[in-house]
C-alpha cells in the first residue's frame, strides 16, 4: 500500500488548525493507520494509532479521523512545540508496513 | 521503563557488512513484534524489517536478500545484519517496540531507540 500525504509542508501561525491528509493506494484493513511527530535529531513519537485513538499523552488538541483510503490529523490550536514533520504508517496489510512522505508543519 | 539501545552502527564500503544490535530492558522483545525502521539523511521513514513472537520475519523489498533480522531472548537483544551494502542503505536505524505484546509486527510503534548511524561509502 502506497501512502501519499498532503500538503508537503504546511505554514501556519501559533494557535491555527493544521489538518494533513493521508491518503492509501488501497483501502486500509481496520483502518489500522498511526500518526506520528517528529522533530529534528529525535525518534518518531506516536500520536494517534487505529486512525482516531490518541496514544498515551497525547494532548487532546491531535485528533486522527478518516476510514478506508482517506485519513486525516488534526491539529486544533498549534502550540509551538508542535511545529515538526509528521508521518501516517498503515499497519494493517502484511508486511512490508509502509509509512508516508511526511507533511512539515513549520512556523508561517 | 522500557529502553532500547542501538550499536552497531558506522561507515563501511559498498559490498561491506554491519550487524546492528539493540539491547532492550524494561520489556521482553520475544513477547512483542520488533522492528527496524531507517532514515536516509534528510528523508522520511521506511520500514525495513520485523519479527514476530513467534519467529517469523519479515522484511522490506529494498533489503530482502540481503538483511537478516533475528533476536537472543537470552540477551533480550534485537539484531540486524546487514550484507552487501549499497550507498542508499546509508540512514539512521531505528529499533521500534509496539504498543501491545501481540506478538504481531503489524502494529503501531510506541517506543523508538535513539538510533545509529550506517554511512555505505568508499
Known amino acids: 500500500i502506497v501512502l501519499t500525504q498532503s500538503p508537503g509542508t504546511l505554514s501556519l501561525s501559533p494557535g491555527e488548525r493544521a489538518t494533513l491528509s493521508c491518503r492509501a493506494s488501497q483501502s486500509v484493513t481496520s483502518n489500522y493507520l498511526a500518526w506520528y511527530q517528529q522533530k529534528p535529531g529525535q525518534a518518531p513519537r506516536l500520536l494517534i494509532y487505529g486512525a482516531s485513538t490518541r496514544a498515551t499523552g497525547i494532548p487532546d488538541r491531535f485528533s486522527g479521523s478518516g476510514s478506508g483510503t482517506d485519513f486525516t490529523l488534526t491539529i486544533s490550536r498549534l502550540e509551538p512545540e508542535d511545529f515538526a514533520m509528521y508521518y501516517c504508517q498503515q499497519y494493517g496489510s502484511s508486511p512490508p508496513l509502509t509509512f508516508g512522505g511526511g507533511t512539515k508543519v513549520e512556523i508561517k | 521503563e522500557v529502553q532500547l539501545l542501538e550499536s552497531g552502527g558506522g561507515l563501511v564500503q559498498p559490498g561491506g557488512s554491519l550487524r546492528l544490535s539493540c539491547a532492550a530492558s524494561?520489556?521482553?522483545?520475544?513477547?512483542?513484534?520488533m522492528t527496524w525502521v531507517r532514515q536516509a539523511p534528510g528523508k522520511g521513514l521506511e520500514w525495513v524489517s520485523g519479527i514476530s513472537g513467534s519467529g517469523g520475519t519479515y522484511y522490506a523489498d529494498s533489503v530482502k536478500g540481503r538483511f537478516t533480522i533475528s533476536r537472543d531472548n537470552s540477551k533480550n537483544t534485537l539484531y540486524l545484519q546487514m550484507n552487501s551494502l549499497r550507498a542508499e542503505d546509508t540512514a539512521v536505524y531505528y529499533c521500534?517496540?509496539?504498543?501491545?505484546?501481540?506478538?504481531?509486527?503489524?502494529?503501531?510503534?510506541?517506543?523508538w531507540g535513539q538510533g545509529t548511524l550506517v554511512t555505505v561509502s568508499s
Open positions: 524494561g520489556f521482553t522483545v520475544d513477547n512483542y513484534g
Open positions: 521500534a517496540k509496539p504498543n501491545e505484546s501481540s506478538g504481531y509486527v503489524r502494529r503501531p510503534i510506541d517506543h
